[in-house]
């Protein structure tokens, strides 16, 4: 059996760096944690991955046992689960019934990683905005509420889109102003779910669909 430590981390602080990635595996309890890929020669980041309750980092140094180039930081005063890697990839082995859910979310997790590349690939900031908002709704909601990023910074939010706050404030700004959001501080809801949708070409989850999470 795999022991799982729990450990708190106040908001700031780093919670793990690219070393710590081959040897210490986290699952999420209570608060929010980002994956953040920095380039030491001109300090820029992006934030890869923002994780929730039930969702577990990182998944992909448990199969190829490489350090990567992340660092997970605490957005929030956070409550953690830490196991050894090893003791996870011995489980993985042992135990198809764990796989069950950890290759469907190993696979999201991918398919998310293959989502970024091509919006920074592909599209502008407007419609990276548009669809980091859309990946966020919460599909139960009749008033379509925001999970996770619903409080962020304008330059956290650029930070998930690749770009800058300046360019992100204009492109929230923008969306304003023609009604398809309602953006204050700490508080984020879609207004014009269709106009949004529009904007992007995105699908949103229905309702009961997979919620992302590592323990689902």
């Known amino acids: 059996m795999v022991h799982l430590e729990p450990i708190e981390h106040p908001r ?18 209570e608060g929010r944690v980002k994956l953040v890929s920095r380039a030491e020669a001109n300090e820029r980041e992006i934030t890869l991955f923002l ?19 992340l660092t997970a930081e605490a957005l929030d005063d956070v409550t953690l689960l830490s196991a050894s890697a090893d003791q ?18 190993l696979g999201r997790k991918m ?10 690939t592909l599209h ?9 908002i859309l990946r966020h709704v919460d599909p139960s909601s009749s008033k379509h509420e925001v999970n996770l990023i619903n409080n962020l910074s304008h330059e956290e939010l650029a930070n998930m ?29 879609v207004n014009d779910l269709d106009a949004l949708v529009k904007q992007c ?3 949103v989850p229905k309702p009961g669909s997979e919620d992302g999470t590592f323990e689902s």
């Open 161 to 189: 889109i690749g770009t800058v706050r300046v360019v992100a404030n204009r492109q929230i700004q923008n969306l304003k102003r023609r009604g398809i959001i309602d953006a204050r501080r700490g508080h984020l809801v």
């Open 111 to 120: 398919s998310l990683l293959s989502e970024l590349a091509s919006d920074l």
């Open 88 to 105: 996870v990839r011995n489980w993985i082995s042992h135990h198809p019934e764990f796989n069950r859910t950890f290759l469907p979310y």
């Open 201 to 203: 070409d995105f699908t």
């Open 51 to 69: 994780l929730g309750p039930g969702e577990a980092f990182d998944v992909v140094s448990l199969l190829d046992k490489q350090a990567h180039n």
């Open 124 to 132: 502008d900031t407007g419609i990276r905005l548009a669809r980091l």
């Open 12 to 29: 700031g602080a780093v919670v793990l760096d690219a070393q710590q990635t081959t040897t210490t595996f986290f699952i999420v309890v």
